[in-house]
């Protein structure tokens, strides 16, 4: 299945599993999108991709007041084995959090978390920033 999103704000929702506000497993483009204040108990407190997720043009993913959170990993951006993820160099991922722990290691991946073979394209200048408890994981 494809799902092109423009220009539309995505938020305020929560769930128990992965992607507060989306999960994915086929393809997703987000042009000029918001993506902020989700919740995932699970992880992907903004989006969980499976499958392959390409954000364009101005789109956020969380912001500098509330931003997207999740108990797992990947605040604003989980993207799982196999998957195939590109952030735009105008994108930006921001005041995400993933805030979970394990023993005494807290859950990474605040702003991304890339799972396994999952790949990451991140083109430059990277505008991944402020997130907690770290931008990029593993």
Do not use: K, M
């Amino acid at each position: 299945a494809e799902l092109i999103v423009r220009d539309s704000y995505i938020g305020n929702n929560s769930g128990v599993g992965d992607g507060g506000g989306i999960a994915n497993s086929g393809l997703v483009d987000i042009y000029d999108g918001i993506v902020d204040s989700n919740f995932s108990e699970s992880d992907g407190g903004g989006i969980s991709n499976h499958g392959t997720l390409r954000l364009h043009g101005t789109t956020t993913i969380g912001s500098s007041e509330q931003g997207n959170s999740t108990f797992g990993t990947g605040g604003g951006i989980y993207a799982g084995h196999s998957s195939y993820t590109v952030v735009c160099a105008t994108c930006t991922v921001t005041g995400n959090t993933a805030g979970g722990w394990w023993g005494d290691i807290a859950f990474p991946g605040g702003g991304v978390f890339v799972e396994g073979d999952g790949t990451l394209e991140l083109e430059e200048p990277n505008r991944v920033f402020g997130n907690t408890p770290d931008q990029i994981a593993p």
